[in-house]
């Protein structure tokens, strides 16, 4: 049963634009939510997170956003560089253990 | 402070075969994670350990296994290797922080490949 959903399995966006990937969980007992990026043979990268209390976190130019009500999660990539493509994984925390999406390949486009 | 170590970084393994990959955690941190990623499937979270206690388990069948010594470097054995454990596995080690901070760093993984 995948807690967390990752709809889309790629995305493309020119560089200099806004890069928006996607994220939606089912288990509302999710209180701590991440960002990681996955370059090829390399683990995955930790990139921002967002806290259950909040809506949203800004760190340069990435802006995770979290509404609970729709039980979505998004992250914003302002403006896009060809260096930030690679794979995205969202994950949600729920007591000690983390559940990770699908993943989102981003490709930037110079 | 260096990061998570995977070794090995590549195995090799037939069908029926046992395999052991070993991980080291960033210096300081008590847990650790394990995880399989295949194509599609994204991280499937295998065990967690604790000092040295396993905290949290997926749902995988008991071939596979763990374990976590005292300072903190964490095994995971596969036994009776099928043509479907083939996966990066990776390992992931955090510092249990305050809630806010609590954040896991991946190691490379292990790439294995079961013929």
Not at chain 1, 71 to 93: E, T
Not at chain 2, 26 to 53: A, D, K, M
């Amino acid at each position: 049963d995948q807690q967390v959903k990752q709809n889309s399995p790629s995305l493309s966006v020119q560089e200099g634009r806004i890069s928006i990937l996607n994220c939606d969980y089912t288990n509302s007992m999710f209180d701590y939510f991440l960002w990681y990026k996955k370059y090829p043979a390399e683990g995955p990268t930790f990139l921002i997170s967002i806290s259950s209390i909040k809506d949203k976190n800004e760190d340069g130019r990435f802006t995770v956003f979290l509404n609970k009500s729709a039980k979505h999660l998004s992250l914003h990539i302002v403006p896009s560089q060809p260096g930030d493509s690679a794979v995205y994984f969202c994950a949600a925390r729920n007591g000690n253990q983390f559940y990770f999406g699908t993943g989102t390949s981003l490709t930037v486009i110079p | 402070k260096a990061g998570v170590t995977q070794t090995p970084r590549y195995l090799i393994k037939t069908r029926g075969q046992q395999v052991t990959l070993s991980c080291s955690p960033i210096s300081g941190h008590r847990s650790v994670s394990w995880y399989q990623q295949t194509p599609g499937q994204g991280l499937q979270f295998l065990f967690e350990y604790f000092s040295e206690t396993q905290r949290n388990k997926g749902n995988f069948p008991g071939r596979f296994s763990g374990r976590q010594f005292s300072n903190s470097r964490s095994e995971m054995n596969v036994s009776t290797l099928e043509l479907g454990d083939s996966a990066l596995y990776l390992c992931a080690s955090r510092s249990q922080g305050l809630a806010g901070t609590d954040t896991q760093y991946f190691g490379p993984g292990t790439r294995l490949t079961v013929l």
